[in-house]
């Protein structure tokens, strides 16, 4: 594609052999690695084995004989391992060749801990240090599958002796669409999750006239996340934002320059946690004290929108952007928008952000399918004064033979002093309680006595 527009220019694209960032990067420290780790079975849902059948016969029906894996997160999911090598994410640094007869992982000798090894040789998988991958793929002949999305202009430029066949990685739909054992657990780790954050809601409303900012709070629900040792870490880093901070979508506090929170404005909290049983994202915003008419309204505009994405049922087929309107059209109506997409794939203990499917204005051209996990998160931001957002996991189900529908995965009350009854149908007032009993009923039986009644009241019917 580069080559092409260049040339049009009389220009040409050139690459050379050596890193300039190692170049002037004299003092880069070396990379610490953490030994990978086998996920178990019964947390992914299908084999290494099974897995590597599945790639090689889609290798087969296309007639490649190599098949380049360069995305950390297809590796991870292709070989059932989990790393530590990219902060918040569970990968490894490594790449990996796929044949008819063989499988070979290019790593870093000291990635693997010595009692793991047994793992990989059982199942006919070479271990070769990282170095060893130029050479590998400069010596690939025949037919070489690569996802031109994925696969970059070096790799590509190494496979000088082989024919490329240009096509999207099959991993990429196998990861996006969870099996059955995936699935519960993404059903699990948020049920998990769920209990940190109404820990979290709870403590916050009852300690923020203890002088708590945007950091110590952000650090308070990472320490009730991590009160379960299921939690293997955030699946990034959370953000807290108070008043004008809350409409920086992507904020993040420092000490410094972080607000103290108070019952004056709104508070917006996204987070997430990483599980064996899978990841997690969600965002909820509050108001410690007595909100405005205007705050209200405007909360419950993205609430409606919320809810209407959630419960439209849509045919087999449809994509992202076909349904993106859903959750826009009460802000819209009332000359308001946001300017971020409205949802995107969710990993299962991988990334937080995943592929193909997404909900937004831009066309992915990929049709949302079940078993599939989307968030769903309209929002509003008034820059100088607050934002707000309101964001579930769902999973993509069957609703009926040929229409699908959302299932919220993510089960945390929404802000009730927020909330504009006024503005609510009645349909959105019987779906908000429905998703607050169904709350409290799943996270009742593991909470304290205090916390459980906070709930209970969060929870309770809004007429």
């Known amino acids: 594609m580069w080559s092409k527009a260049l040339s049009q220019t009389h220009s040409e694209l050139t690459a050379i052999p050596e890193n ?24 992914t849902g299908l084999s290494v084995s099974h897995k590597l059948k599945m790639i ?29 090598d990219v902060p918040y994410n569970p990968l490894l640094i490594s ?29 006919n998988i070479e271990l070769k240090p990282y170095a060893n991958f130029e050479d590998a793929i400069q010596r690939l002949q025949g037919n070489v599958w690569v996802d031109p999305r994925s696969t970059s202009w070096w790799v590509a430029l190494q496979c000088d002796s082989a024919i490329l ?55 308070q629900l990472e320490k009730f996340r991590r ?19 809350g409409a920086i979508v992507h904020y993040f506090a420092h000490a410094a320059t972080a607000h103290t929170i108070t019952d004056q404005n709104l508070i917006l909290i996204d987070s997430g946690g990483q599980y064996f049983e899978g990841t997690t994202d969600i965002t909820r915003t509050i108001h410690l004290g007595n909100p405005t008419l205007e705050q209200k309204k405007h909360y419950t505009l993205v609430l409606k929108g919320h809810l209407a994405l959630r419960h439209m049922p849509f045919p087999r087929g449809v994509t992202g952007e076909h349904i993106d309107a859903l959750a826009r059209a009460p802000l819209w109506q009332a000359h308001l928008d946001y300017g971020h997409g409205t949802g995107h ?54 609703d009926t033979q040929d229409f699908l529908i959302m299932r919220d995965v993510t089960m945390v009350p929404y802000a009730r002093r927020l909330i504009d ?43």
Not at 20 to 35: C, E, F, G, M, N
Not at 58 to 82: Q, T, V, Y
Not at 171 to 195: C, F, P, Q, S, Y
Not at 422 to 449: C, G, M, N, P
């Open 165 to 219: 066949i240009e096509k999207t990685s099959p991993i990429v739909m196998l990861k996006a669409v969870k099996n059955e054992t995936e699935i519960k657990g993404m059903h699990e780790a948020h049920r998990i999750d769920a209990i940190a954050m109404v820990k979290f809601l709870q403590w916050i409303e009852n300690h923020w006239r203890d002088g708590i900012t945007e950091v110590t709070a952000a650090d």
């Open 227 to 245: 009160e379960d040792a299921r939690c293997k870490d955030l699946s990034f880093s959370t953000i807290c934002g108070f008043a004008d901070h």
């Open 20 to 43: 300039l960032v190692d170049t002037i990067w004299k003092d880069r420290p070396a990379h610490q690695y953490q030994p990978a780790h086998v996920l178990d079975e019964k947390y």
């Open 56 to 84: 090689r016969d889609e290798m087969k029906k296309i007639g490649a004989d190599h098949f380049i894996i360069s995305p950390l997160d297809e590796i991870a999911w292709l070989f059932n391992i989990r790393g530590s």
């Open 95 to 123: 790449y990996a060749i796929i044949s008819a007869t063989e499988a070979a992982l290019f790593l870093d000798p000291n990635a693997i801990a010595s009692n793991e090894l047994s793992y990989f040789s059982k199942n």
């Open 345 to 398: 794939g969710v990993g299962c203990y991988l990334c937080v952000h995943e592929g193909p499917q997404r909900i937004s204005y831009g066309a992915s051209g990929v049709a949302l399918r079940p078993g599939m996990m989307v968030s769903n998160e309209p929002g509003l931001y008034f820059t100088g004064k607050y934002g707000i957002r309101i964001e579930n996991v769902c999973e993509i189900t069957q």
């Open 421 to 463: 009854v006024a503005l609510l149908t009645d349909q959105e007032i019987v779906w908000i309680d429905e998703y607050h009993r169904a709350v409290f009923a799943l996270l009742e039986k593991d909470l304290s006595s205090e916390i459980r009644d906070w709930l209970q009241s969060a929870t309770q019917p809004l007429k």
